[in-house]
């Protein structure tokens, strides 16, 4: 037989099978903290052998207490700064900021999420967090980003959420001339990624960067 320790104390006893293998699973849940599993082997004549090496580790399944802001920072256009939720940005890469109440422990990290999507792990600075998104934003596109405190073991707090819109601008240079072919110009508030074009429309005819016709 084979006796389990945890601390000092006797877990208790599970027989050896045939095949010397064992396993033990405790009668009761072991409280939260550090613990020192150990275990000892008795023989059918008695003998007791020495103690095992002892195997130490730590329960925590206590979701940490630390809770968090969180905003994005715009960087393009004319409305620049930090946004809460339910705005719009015309910045294809806004990064996502917030402060921490409280500082994290050793090991806790602000983990980035996108619906079940893990992005990443966020820089911490005493208690304010940045993280830069992995790719560049579609325009048009809706996105929704929790931040999460998780510890050591893997206990996340519910999180904190943003939601926004990637919406860039277009602004047209406006012309008077007696110019019967005049140069149209404008602006495009954010950078094209690929497979996007500029249209432009005149009196019912298109023309598209795609085809070379705007030059962007």
Known sequence: KVTVH????????????ADGQWSFTPGTALSEGAHAVHTMQKDTAGNVSAASDAVHFTVDT?????????????NVGQQQGQFASGTSTDDRTPALVGT???TLEAG???????????????TVSGKDWSFAL????????AHTYVAKVVDAAGNANTGAEISFNVA????????NTEDSTPLIAGTLGGELLPGEHVVVTVDGVTY???TGAVAV
């Open 168 to 175: 860039l601008t277009m602004g047209v240079n406006s012309v």
């Open 208 to 210: 598209s960067s795609a």
């Open 134 to 141: 992995p790719e560049a934003l579609s325009s048009g596109s």
């Open 108 to 122: 806790t990290q602000v983990v980035i999420y996108e619906g079940d999507q893990r992005l990443g792990v966020a």
């Open 62 to 74: 206590i979701a940490p207490q630390t809770t968090s802001t969180i905003q994005y920072v715009d």
């Open 100 to 102: 921490l109440s409280d």
């Open 6 to 17: 945890d601390n000092g104390t006797s877990l208790g006893t599970v027989v050896v099978g």
